[in-house]
């Protein structure tokens, strides 16, 4: 499924024979801890700043997990198969990706932001067994070239045994044979236009949730509200799945309303908010923004400008700036300082430094790598990465050469979205500069 050989993803001194990436484990050791809040609207044209709550303990969480694997399993689906699932944030989208881990398969969720013309673009690299879809999508799905789906009702009148782990751990063996299978990545998420699509291993995941958790200080007692659908890289990897292996909490909402945000932020608690530019900009424009006063950290796009944030900073809420991309989510960050200015402006964003399971480097035109303070283009890696882009030809013959894109004479001549695995590095093909202090500025 992979287009590129495996990466090297295992620091120097650190034995990883199996990973930990398990639910199941969780809800063994925290059974009644709330895993997710469902705060969605009851009723589809329900009053601003309504929420109906549906929580789900890591014990039930892993039960639903479960029990979706039977029927995936009464399906067809099974190791090496790849599941696509088109819907909103629910419940749902997370029993279903810890279902395909206990099967072995590879979780594929579709970007319901996407449109009839656009959705056909992760097909062009995935082959999926099955479609997995909410009934709002219909319309997407019909536009979809693939026609084996089922609706989430259908699935879950489907019947089979729930499938537990024997040992006690999702998905493989304590051997970790499976995850070492590039050909079988747990997750395979696509772009903001629909390509490229990039496969992570469960290793790659779980070095990501630990990155998070441990660069931001995330535990047990956060929560978070996911602002961003779980089917992007950001939705996904910067707080839902690390809040989850910390063993913390999850609000998620069908579609992001800052009234109703601003109201589960202040009913929950809510400890940690992830958004990008725009959620931004409504949070701290509505009338219960008093809400976030609560907040121990607010992490916001690397390109949020700081007009943006003075809001938040004027209230004393930390903030701290996050780079990712869809191959390598979590990349540079600031510091968690409420009083620090972070300064900078659109055109010139301090993004911080790598985190601590990322290196990163500047190399010129030439590939040469540039030390001190200077622009360059970024390259990055360590366990973070993406094992590599999802291609259903196997090869990396049409892969982007970002040194082309300088000479490329229209857009449709470069894929601007799609970088370079070489080497045991990531080439985003993007221009960044360093300062002194080693801090990297967009």
Excluded: K
């Excluded at 024979?17 to 398990?22: E, N």
């Excluded at 656009?118 to 319309?139: C, G, H, I, W, Y």
């Excluded at 480097?361 to 360059?376: I, K």
Aim: aromatic share 6%.
């Amino acid at each position: 499924m992979l287009a590129n050989d495996p990466l090297p993803t295992t620091v120097a001194g650190v034995a990883v024979a199996s990973v930990t990436l398990s639910l199941a484990r969780r809800a063994d050791r925290f059974p009644d801890r709330t895993a997710v809040v469902d705060v969605s609207e009851e009723r589809l044209y329900a009053p601003a700043e309504t929420v109906h709550e549906d929580r789900v303990s890591y014990g039930e969480l892993s039960a639903i997990a479960g029990r979706t694997a039977g029927r995936l399993a009464s399906l067809g689906i099974g190791a090496g198969d790849t599941v696509c699932f088109v819907s909103r944030n629910r419940v749902a989208s997370l029993a279903v990706l810890f279902a395909c881990r206990r099967l072995g398969a590879t979780y594929a969720p579709i970007c319901h932001w996407l449109t009839p013309a656009t959705v056909t673009r992760p097909f062009e690299a995935l082959d999926p067994d099955l479609v997995v879809s909410e009934a709002a999508q219909r319309d997407l799905v019909r536009s979809i070239p693939f026609d084996r789906s089922v609706t989430l009702e259908e699935l879950a009148a489907e019947e089979g045994a729930s499938i537990e782990p024997s040992d006690g751990v999702d998905g493989g063996s304590e051997s970790g044979d499976a995850d070492d299978d590039p050909d079988t990545p747990l997750l395979a998420l696509h772009g903001e236009s629909g390509r490229p699509v990039a496969g992570f291993s469960a290793r790659a995941v779980e070095w990501n949730c630990i990155t998070a958790a441990v660069t931001w200080g995330l535990s047990a007692v956060d929560s978070t509200i996911v602002c961003t659908p779980l089917s992007t890289v950001d939705g996904l990897f910067r707080v839902a799945l690390p809040l989850l292996y910390a063993g913390g909490t999850v609000l998620l909402d069908r579609a992001f309303d800052p009234g109703d945000a601003l109201t589960a932020i202040a009913d929950h608690g809510v400890t940690t908010l992830a958004c990008r530019s725009t959620a931004i900009r409504e949070l701290a424009a509505s009338d219960g923004v008093a809400a976030v006063d609560g907040l121990d950290r607010v992490l916001c796009d690397a390109a949020t400008p700081a007009e943006a944030l003075a809001p938040y900073l004027d209230r004393g809420v930390p903030i701290a700036r996050a780079y990712g991309r869809l191959e390598c989510p979590v990349a540079l960050s600031g510091s968690i300082d409420p009083d620090r200015d972070d300064g900078g402006s659109v055109d010139d964003v301090d993004v911080g430094r790598p985190v601590l399971d990322c290196r990163a480097r500047l190399v010129d035109a030439d590939g040469t790598v540039l030390e001190g303070a200077v622009e360059g283009r970024l390259q990055l890696s360590g366990p973070v990465l993406a094992d590599g882009y999802a291609t259903t030809a196997g090869t990396d013959d049409d892969w982007f050469d970002p040194a082309a894109a300088a000479t490329a004479e229209s857009a449709a001549e470069s894929d601007p979205d799609r970088g370079r695995f070489t080497d045991g590095w990531f080439d985003t093909g993007e221009t960044v500069r360093r300062d002194e202090d080693g801090r990297y500025h967009r």
